[in-house]
């Protein structure tokens, strides 16, 4: 950000590492947009990696009230994060992450729950969303659903009025769906600026997840909070370098 930021900065902290997925299921090998694929057994691989390489996986809220309030957290901190809300996340990714006793976090984009994932270059044809069913159902302490705006825009390129909608229609419409406060947010396709983010804090959220790089730590503020993400790519030497290695920042917008 080129303006300081009047937003208050991180705690000092053991470095924790918030994991992006996207997709997590059996897919023949991706042409493009690697980064939103995972397959399921490589999933499963890493999820059982990080128990036996000692990290805890904690919440999103558990990592906001050590980085902005009064809790702590252990060394080897991740959390995992999962955009867009896919089913593929409800039948792939759920059963393995109860399996293990992980919490996630979950974006849903609020207009789209039970439709495919129109904003994705293909349609989205073989990427459908979780249903509002669904999303009431897993929901829960462990399961954390945070929004990913109503309809899936690039919020920089949107009119004021249409992008302050996105941002607050989309916590309103999953509180009321779920019956619980929606505290955090995520911006779709990482895009964001100065006007965007200081909107969604004026919306009420306690935090926001970019696509900027690097250890939760590093945020400048808790609504610019970097991730790292996964790739298909990431055999079990990769995602343990993604870990440990990469926590310094590398800001993709902003
Ligand atoms: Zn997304």
């Known amino acids: 950000m080129s303006h300081p930021s009047?937003?208050?900065?991180?705690?000092?902290?053991?470095?924790?590492?918030?994991?992006?997925?996207?997709?997590?299921?059996?897919?023949?090998a991706p042409a493009s947009h690697r980064a939103c694929y995972c397959r399921q057994s490589r999933f499963r691989a890493q999820m059982a990696w990080l128990r036996y390489a000692g990290f805890?996986?904690?919440?999103?809220?558990?990592?906001?009230?050590?980085?902005?309030?009064?809790?702590?957290?252990?060394a080897r901190s991740v959390v995992l994060s999962f955009?867009?809300?896919?089913?593929?996340?409800?039948?792939?990714?759920?059963?393995?992450?109860?399996?293990f006793g992980y919490p996630a976090v979950v974006f849903a984009v609020s207009g789209l729950l039970g439709q495919p994932a129109r904003f994705l270059a293909d349609g989205g044809?073989?990427?459908?969303?979780?249903?509002?069913?669904?999303?009431r159902e897993l929901a829960s302490d462990q399961i954390e659903i945070g929004s990913h705006t109503v309809n899936h825009?690039?919020?920089?390129?949107?009119?004021?009025e249409a992008r302050r909608a996105e941002i607050g229609d989309s916590k309103k419409a999953l509180?009321?769906?779920?019956?619980?406060?929606?505290?955090?947010?995520?911006?779709?396709?990482?895009?964001y600026d100065a006007i965007v983010r200081d909107e969604v804090a004026a919306a009420g959220y306690q935090a926001a997840l970019t696509c900027s790089r690097g250890a939760a730590n590093?945020?400048?503020?808790?609504?610019?909070?970097?991730?790292?993400?996964?790739?298909?790519g990431d055999n079990l030497a990769g995602f343990f370098w993604k870990l440990l290695v990469k926590n310094r920042r590398k800001d993709r917008y902003g």
């Open 175 to 191: 509180e009321d769906l779920l019956g619980r406060a929606v505290d955090f947010f995520c911006y779709p396709s990482g895009d």
């Open 218 to 232: 590093t945020a400048p503020n808790a609504f610019e909070i970097p991730r790292k993400a996964i790739s298909w």
């Open 56 to 74: 805890r996986v904690i919440s999103l809220r558990q990592a906001y009230a050590a980085l902005f309030g009064a809790g702590t957290v252990p």
């Open 153 to 160: 825009r690039r919020l920089t390129r949107l009119p004021p």
């Open 6 to 28: 009047p937003l208050p900065s991180p705690n000092p902290a053991p470095p924790i590492s918030i994991l992006m997925y996207h997709q997590v299921g059996n897919f023949p």
């Open 83 to 99: 955009d867009d809300g896919y089913a593929s996340f409800a039948d792939n990714a759920y059963p393995i992450l109860r399996e």
């Open 125 to 135: 044809v073989r990427a459908p969303l979780m249903s509002a069913a669904t999303l």
